[in-house]
């Protein structure tokens, strides 16, 4: 940073604030040139200093011309200036995304091999380090030490997101979203996110499939993993809302990573209405993204049930269970409340997806209905998404596809704009 910006502060009400982006050399390095663009589009200056590693992923032009600062690695470059004390003291906030399980040993030892690390040594502002590796080497009890000793020195350490890794790993170790860093950062200094457009607002997000118990080892289910309901929860939270997510039958794993929600734990269909309706007395929005089952047994056996010795099995009868959606849309259980609704497809003889899909949105009177095609490659599970949104009268009002995160920022925008056209949101 120039001298002029090190002798003008930036401060927590307002302002530009002198930001130092540290990259280091994880695969994910390219998402950190996305970081640094939210940073400069909010009005922030941004020092990126990378390590050797780091240049190796993404060059120093592409640093460079993004930042509109030089970029450097080493304590031996511009050493008169004594480049790394400068950055610490004239920084109003360190960022460090990726930060590799080399970064945060290093950081965790004191160690001052490299710019970034005599940077960390001498800033007395606020830090965030944003992990991302594979997730053997995150649960590895030396990293999770490493984790440790720096949060109990105040260094502000995400856990990293659960999902596609390098290759076709899946697991805990993905870089958290670039929305999602910038957030959490921002906040450390009191500032807003740059997409907070849903701040102050409650947010009530239902996810994955609904089980009616058959008897104690046996259910009606689907497929539903939940992961759009978790990916429409957490871009909520990375919003501004207050999100709540009541999670059907989700693996906890897919959960954990967001600490900042409240998530309500469900299996049954009546257990979901409960939770639901419970949470959308004070929500602005509510979006039921989890696949609820049609039917129930009527009863559930206290015991296994057992095959008949002539091998014809008992039949089983089955009773509507509500319909949620329908209610909520129809009792609204606060004023001004936008309801969401999704329905997951297959065409038939009679219509298509999209035929069914504005059937269903005229027959529930939701607000906006997500209607997206369900299958093997698409929809349920760790896939790709693609959604129509319909409004309550089955007119097309958004198209989106792409990751489970694309379709839930798509889907929100649909949802903020719905927000806005109403003449007023009680609070």
Request: charged share 20%; with cysteine; net charge negative.
């Amino acid at each position: 940073m120039t001298d002029d910006v090190r002798a003008a502060p930036g401060t927590p009400g307002g302002g530009a604030l002198r930001i130092v982006l540290g990259v280091t050399g994880g695969i994910a390095a390219y998402k950190a040139a996305y970081l640094l663009r939210r940073f400069r589009e909010a009005g922030h200056r941004v020092r990126v200093v990378p390590t050797e590693a780091a240049l190796q992923m993404v060059g120093r032009p592409t640093w460079e011309a993004l930042s509109g600062e030089p970029v450097r690695t080493s304590v031996f470059d511009d050493a008169e200036h004594v480049d790394h004390v400068a950055l610490g003291r004239g920084a109003d906030l360190v960022v460090v995304a990726p930060a590799t399980a080399d970064l945060l040993a290093r950081a965790a030892t004191g160690m001052a091999d490299d710019l970034l690390t005599a940077t960390l040594l001498t800033v007395t502002c606020p830090v965030l380090l944003a992990p991302a590796m594979h997730t053997e080497m995150w649960l590895h009890p030396a990293t999770q030490a490493n984790v440790a000793t720096l949060r109990a020195r105040g260094t502000h350490v995400l856990d990293p997101d659960v999902g596609r890794l390098t290759g076709t790993d899946t697991g805990a170790g993905r870089l958290p979203e670039p929305e999602a860093i910038a957030a959490a950062a921002l906040a450390l200094v009191g500032r807003p996110s740059p997409t907070a457009d849903l701040a102050g607002l409650e947010v009530v997000v239902s996810a994955g499939g609904t089980r009616e118990p058959l008897d104690p080892v046996r259910f009606l289910g689907n497929r539903s993993s939940g992961r759009q309901g978790i990916a429409l929860a957490a871009a909520a939270a990375r919003r501004g809302a207050r999100v709540t997510l009541v999670a059907a039958n989700v693996d906890a794993a897919l959960t954990a990573p967001l600490g900042a929600l409240t998530v309500v734990p469900v299996e049954t269909t009546a257990e979901l209405r409960e939770a639901v309706r419970d949470a959308a007395r004070s929500a602005d929005v509510v979006v039921m993204a989890a696949a609820v089952a049609d039917f129930r047994p009527t009863t559930s056996a206290a015991h296994k049930i057992k095959k008949t010795p002539g091998g014809t099995p008992a039949p089983i009868t089955l009773v509507e269970n509500p319909d949620i959606l329908a209610e909520l849309a129809a009792e609204r259980l606060r004023p001004g409340q936008v309801v969401v609704g999704f329905a997951a497809e297959t065409g038939d003889d009679d219509a298509d997806v999209l035929e069914h899909g504005r059937a269903k949105a005229r027959r529930k009177g939701a607000d906006l209905m997500a209607v997206n095609a369900v299958g093997t490659a698409a929809g349920f599970g760790d896939v790709p998404n693609s959604v129509t949104v319909l409004d309550a009268a089955g007119e097309v009002v958004a198209r989106a596809a792409g990751t489970k995160d694309d379709v839930a920022d798509a889907l929100l925008d649909a949802i903020t704009a719905r927000l806005a056209a109403a003449t007023t949101i009680v609070r």
